[in-house]
């Protein structure tokens, strides 16, 4: 778990409030999950508003946290709390436990339109169901790393030496032939990492589309989603961030604006922007040339670009990448917490350099820096993207192949720039581009 709060409300209506849950919740947080938790529940009771508890930021529960969430919801089973975004493990580890003072649900929208109603009751009283011990594994046979977070399958792999086997070579026949090509087993882990992406962002998605059903009167989170899809098109927009920004910006301040009077910001006169020449408002063009800028000034081999994301406790969420593979880019592609390179410079707002990922205590034995060590990137260096306002809003990440700090005293004030630049341009999207996609909403709602 971070050093954070585990816990973060986001007010949807004067009637309905969600609280966010973030980060592996181990032994030591269950404490404080404990107190914010029963606090969130005792408000929302003066108050007479619905609470919802959104685990979409949650990668698994251990045996402490489910008990933390029985003793703090079994009061509640008349009228359970919902509980939104649960990923499968996340939710079939809480279906196990059979919790009395909870009740899952795929979405907020689903969630506010199902009326309140008792869990059906469980084989043991709510204080005395036996919640299995924690172990390497969860109840469902589920690996855990050291961390407590879930291991992928290809960690299974390695070897007794740490070196990851190739799954294919378990069917080579005694000459060496393989009886399947190498190329299906990667399109096969593409479309597993793929398919996990599409899992970290749907919990976000189907928390925009409550909001909207609750704050519009929708029918349904079908016709919410269409209006974000439709916002996300005409403003070119990821729908990721449009969601984002649904879920952290203020409620609406007039009917026919979202933000009156609000001022134009002109772009950023930047040496990156200019480099560039293309449409400053195609995100996903301007962060490829950040890449492109960022491998030929530093002599990289590979880079990647993190962004924060505001709905998710300022996560790292990784937006592009170049010269990275599938099983590096999947370890990283939502980062919370250390050992990350990129999440030390963000914690730090300082550039870090790691000469040799394989000397390095934490990140060696962590499933990152075992990714990388097999990708071939053996030394790492991370640049904060810091704003104006000394805000970090994401970081600039490079690799080389062989280990040594290889940066020269120029090439680390041309990153500093470029990635100066970057913050710049970031901020302006997020004011400009971004707000412009939520008045869409507003407008064609």
Known sequence: MTSRSPLTVLPVTDRVAIVCLTGTVDADACADLARELGRHLDEAARRGKRLVLDVSGVPLVSAAARRTLRHATAHLAREPVPVIGATPPVREALEHARLPGIRLYGTLAEALTDPPRPAPLSVHPPDEAPDPPDEARDPQGEARDLYGEARDPLDEARDPHGEARDPLDEARDPHGESPDPRGEARDLYGEVFGLRAKARTS?????????????????????????????????????????????????????????????????????????????????????????????????????????????????????????????????????????????????????????????????????????????????????????????????????????????????????????????????????????????YLHRHR
């Open 203 to 439: 919990g976000l998605i189907g928390v925009a589309q409550g909001m909207l059903v609750v704050r519009y009167g929708l029918p349904g989170p079908a016709v919410a989603f269409a209006l974000l899809r439709r916002a996300s098109q005409q403003l070119n927009v990821p729908l990721r961030i449009l969601a984002s920004a649904v879920v952290t910006a203020p409620p609406p301040r007039a009917a026919t604006e979202w933000f009156p009077g609000r001022a134009p910001h002109d772009r950023p006169d930047s040496a990156l922007l200019r480099a560039y020449g293309g449409d400053v408002t195609d995100r996903r063009q301007v962060l490829a040339a950040a890449l492109r800028e960022a491998i030929a000034l530093s002599a990289a081999d590979a880079a990647e670009v993190h962004l924060t994301d505001p709905a998710q406790d300022d996560a790292l969420f990784l937006e592009q990448h170049q010269g990275l593979d599938a099983a590096y880019w999947d370890q990283v592609a939502l980062v919370a917490h250390s050992p990350q390179v990129c999440a030390r410079a963000q914690r730090q707002r300082a550039a870090v350099t790691v000469a040799d990922v394989a000397a390095d205590p934490a990140l060696s034995v962590h499933p990152a820096g075992l990714a990388l060590l097999k990708a071939g990137s053996h030394a790492v260096h991370s640049q904060p993207l810091i704003t104006r306002d000394a805000c970090c809003t994401g970081t600039l990440t490079l690799h080389r192949s062989r280990p040594g700090a290889w940066l020269t005293a120029r090439q680390r004030e041309e990153l500093t720039a470029l990635a100066d630049d970057l913050a710049a341009w970031r901020s302006w999207y997020r004011r400009t581009v971004v707000l412009d996609a939520l008045e």
